[in-house]
């Protein structure tokens, strides 16, 4: 797999979730998350999207500065490297992913219940999605071990019982997978982030498909 594929895929990792109350006090964050929303589902060209990450990790870059101790503005500028990596591909697109990292590890390692575990679901998906060493630090084993993390943090959540279906099904656990893309279409309406849930949900549908075709 192509390092631009393998990270094009990891991008769908990076839409967490977020409690209501959170996201309705916080016009920041709430800005952000809309901006991805926009940028990852509904700009088409490819040019149009890079373009519009990289304002938008600017903008992300810019409120983690004014206010550095808060986690959740750490994840959301994970995510935007890893949407632009998914986007541009090319040997950039690892240094933006190790970026994602390294902001990911360090919410895990001091808050790892911020956003309803949205970092370790997140970095559990880089996990599984990126190149292997040498050329990156993909590693399926770890990512079972975060996905469970999250879970456990979040069992009802869209996105961790999405992405955990997602590599169960990659890794040959069909029916297991089925269960948890199950109950991630069941999960909660987020409605401050109806336009990231509708495209959640159509990749939901989307997997389901492929895995009663096959």
């Known amino acids: 797999?192509?390092?631009?594929?393998?990270?094009?895929?990891a991008v769908w990792a990076l839409s967490c979730s977020l409690n209501s109350a959170t996201a309705l006090a916080d016009p920041i964050l709430t800005k952000i998350q809309t901006r991805w929303a926009q940028c990852n589902?509904?700009?088409?060209?490819s040019d149009d999207k890079v373009?519009?990450?990289?304002?938008?990790?600017?903008d992300t870059q810019i409120a983690l500065l004014a206010q550095p101790a808060r986690h959740d503005l750490k994840i959301w500028l994970a995510i935007n490297k890893s949407s632009l990596a998914g986007v541009d591909g090319g040997m950039g697109a690892l240094a933006l992913v190790k970026d994602a990292k390294i902001l990911l590890e360090d919410v895990v390692t001091q808050a790892p219940e911020t956003l309803d575990g949205s970092a370790l679901t997140s970095?559990?998906?880089?996990?599984?999605?990126v190149p292997g060493w040498p050329l990156a630090f993909g590693d399926d084993d770890v990512a079972a071990v975060?996905?469970?993390?999250?879970?456990?943090?979040n069992p009802r959540g869209i996105d961790p019982n999405y992405f955990y279906g997602e590599f169960l099904a990659d890794t040959g656990k069909t029916n297991l997978a089925v269960a948890?893309?199950?109950?991630?279409q069941k999960a909660?309406?987020?409605?401050?982030?109806?336009?990231?849930d509708k495209g959640r949900q159509?990749?939901?549908?989307?997997k389901l498909k492929e895995i009663n075709q096959q």
């Open 1 to 9: 797999m192509t390092i631009r594929k393998s990270l094009y895929i």
């Open 41 to 45: 589902y509904t700009v088409e060209s």
């Open 51 to 58: 373009a519009c990450f990289d304002r938008l990790i600017d």
């Open 123 to 129: 970095l559990a998906t880089l996990y599984h999605k």
């Open 146 to 153: 975060l996905f469970k993390k999250a879970l456990k943090i």
């Open 180 to 184: 948890f893309l199950k109950q991630a």
């Open 188 to 196: 909660p309406a987020r409605p401050e982030r109806r336009l990231a």
């Open 202 to 206: 159509q990749e939901i549908a989307q």
